[in-house]
């Protein structure tokens, strides 16, 4: 199976640091003055009680945790602006994913959803928070994963009537139309979901923290190393050495939080916690939306060439009073349509330009905008594009076995771990219903072992009350399972994907022996003695054989000359006349 790091070198690799010129995010419109370029110190500080590496949503929450302790001293460092990572360039959505989670995961997510409203109610926070009258519409348009879902449903009606009570199936084509998704063949409903700017969000606690209690931010200061340290000052001895360009600092706890950025720092995760890279637009919303606003935020699920993960996803932003602004369609997606489907792409210094052009022609087709009457569009709303305002590119972390990764970091005493949010089912902003309670709860890990208490029994009541699900928990042994398991990688479509990444190639008759270089620039293929000949064809990899094959014919596919580091193998059954080509554990299948 193929993970492909980016365009240059397809080998699995580390992440690397946060670009330092960023696509701009249409939520830094109007960022904080206060927490732009901030520095609470004009110098860092040599010891801090915690690091935090990290200013997003969960770097916010864990700091708000941490410093309840009095006295404790936390330094949070970001590479770039405060929340310019992931955070600040979401599409806006809070909604917890209920009927598509274990029992355990869908009561937590609906714990944090909770959360978050109460604490923007209480203090009033200026983030533009908006619980969804109409909920949040999961609009289904494939018979596949609608049947998939409506079973889901189901199984949570019966195992939890309360939470199922908050969930509905939508079949009626006449409630569908008023949904404004009447191509859908069907649509599931859920009635927490809300809408926000994350950003906003984060930038209030943040200036909370930095104004009102001990937070000492240090932005435009990436972490570039952690070394465990027995380097004593007058009071304590510290364990760990942050590394910075503008120098170090000896920390008791590390905190990271950087989710698609992990495996910089922590090259264990390399493939555990995989950076996806995603986009997101802002369109100039048509009239009809502007005079009568969506009352639902939406999830499109199963369109041409999506699994349940590569979901499309969209809130509009509230419309000002006079009607003269605001309103603006935050539209992300089309994953399916960028380089290697976002896969281990951690540059978000450009937009992907077919993902882009895709969410611009994409949304008339699955929501009635209101652009029938446009003299070009098709009966779906084809043929009219929307025009952005904006478009970005934001970089997620895909955890390897579906579930976010929480708490120590396995063999690293003092280091811990809060990310990788998103991987399972739908994945519409799966950071918002997670981060706030995971990040916390690490942080509460953190006080225990800064008061010499036995962390790991606090971190088993808080699985046994339901405080974080087990399957979140960071331990070696999840660790040694999530290797076991297909590594995370693009969908590759039957032969399309794979067009692109080798063009040209035409292979004849080899020994087992043989290595050869064919076509492609530094790419290396040996095929097996069963192999008798095939050509390439336009649009694909492996195309029709000129003769019938044997079974057993095998063709692998180095990423270098040499014949080394295994890229794929490919087995080629007999009378393959249409190959479908589609992944397997011991890698890419061509079955007839």
Excluded at 108 to 113: A, D, G, I, T
Excluded at 276 to 283: D, I, K
Excluded at 353 to 371: C, F, H, M, S, W
Excluded at 507 to 535: M, P
Aim: overall charge negative; aromatic content about 6%; hydrophobic content about 35%.
């Amino acid at each position: 199976m193929l993970i492909i790091a980016d365009e240059k070198n397809p080998i699995p690799r580390c992440a690397h640091l946060p670009s330092p010129h960023p696509t701009f995010s249409f939520w830094h419109n109007d960022p904080s003055p206060f927490l732009l370029h901030h520095r609470t110190t004009s110098e860092l500080p040599q010891v801090a009680d915690v690091v935090i590496i990290g200013s997003g949503i969960s770097g916010a929450f864990a700091a708000r945790k941490l410093l309840e302790e009095p006295k404790l001293s936390v330094v949070m460092l970001e590479a770039r602006e405060a929340c310019w990572g992931a955070t600040g360039r979401n599409g806006g959505h809070c909604q917890p994913q209920l009927y598509e989670n274990p029992a355990d995961v869908a009561a937590f997510q609906l714990r944090n959803f909770e959360s978050i409203d109460a604490l923007v109610r209480k203090h009033d926070i200026p983030c533009e928070w908006q619980r969804m009258p109409g909920g949040g519409c999961h609009s289904y348009f494939s018979q596949k994963y609608f049947e998939e879902a409506k079973l889901e449903v189901e199984n949570l009606k019966q195992s939890d009537s309360k939470m199922g009570d908050t969930v509905r199936v939508v079949e009626n084509k006449e409630e569908l139309s008023i949904l404004k998704i009447p191509a859908a063949v069907g649509a599931v409903i859920q009635s927490k979901a809300a809408k926000l700017s994350p950003y906003k969000l984060v930038s209030w606690i943040l200036e909370d923290l930095v104004k009102n209690s001990r937070l000492n931010l240090q932005t435009s200061t990436a972490v570039v190393s952690l070394t465990p340290s027995k380097a004593s000052t007058s009071n304590s001895t510290s364990k760990w050495t942050v590394q910075t360009p503008r120098g170090t600092i000896l920390a008791h706890h590390v905190l990271i939080t950087t989710n698609g950025y992990t495996s910089y720092l922590l090259p264990q995760f390399r493939s555990i916690i995989v950076p996806v890279r995603g986009e997101m637009s802002a369109l100039q919303t048509p009239n009809p939306l502007i005079q009568q606003p969506l009352n639902h935020t939406y999830a499109f699920i199963g369109t041409v060439g999506q699994d349940r993960i590569q979901d499309d996803y969209l809130v509009q932003r509230p419309v000002s009073s006079n009607g003269n602004s605001g309103g603006e369609l935050m539209f992300g997606g089309g994953r399916t349509k960028a380089l290697h489907e976002g896969v281990n792409v951690d540059n978000d210094d450009t937009i992907d330009d077919p993902a882009a052009e895709y969410l611009r022609t994409k949304l008339p087709q699955v929501l009635d905008v209101g652009i029938s009457a446009v003299p070009s569009a098709g009966p779906r709303g084809e043929g009219v594009a929307l025009t952005a305002k904006k478009e970005w590119t934001g970089i997620m972390g895909f955890s390897r076995d579906g579930h976010p990764w929480v708490g120590a970091v396995p063999g690293s005493p003092g280091l811990w771990l809060s990310g990788a949010y998103t991987g399972s089912d739908i994945d519409t902003e799966s950071g918002m219903p997670n981060a706030a309670l995971s990040s916390q709860h690490a942080a509460s890990l953190i006080l225990a072992a800064h008061k010499a208490q036995d962390w790991r029994a606090v971190e088993q009541e808080a699985v046994r009350s339901g405080a974080i699900p087990q399957c979140y928990i960071s331990t070696k042994e999840r660790m040694e399972q999530a290797r076991k398991l297909p590594e995370l990688l693009p969908l590759l479509l039957p032969l399309l994907t794979l067009a692109a990444a080798f063009p040209t190639i035409s292979v004849n008759t080899y020994e087992d022996t043989t290595c050869q270089v064919l076509d492609v620039e530094g790419y290396a293929f040996k095929a097996n003695k069963k192999c008798t000949q095939f050509i390439e064809q336009e649009g694909s990899f492996i195309a029709t054989s000129k003769k019938p094959v044997k079974d057993g014919c095998v063709l692998q596919v180095f990423a270098s000359t040499d014949c080394t580091d295994v890229l794929a193998a490919i087995t080629v059954n007999a009378g393959c006349e249409a190959p479908y080509l589609g992944p397997a554990s011991s890698g890419w299948v061509v079955d007839c």
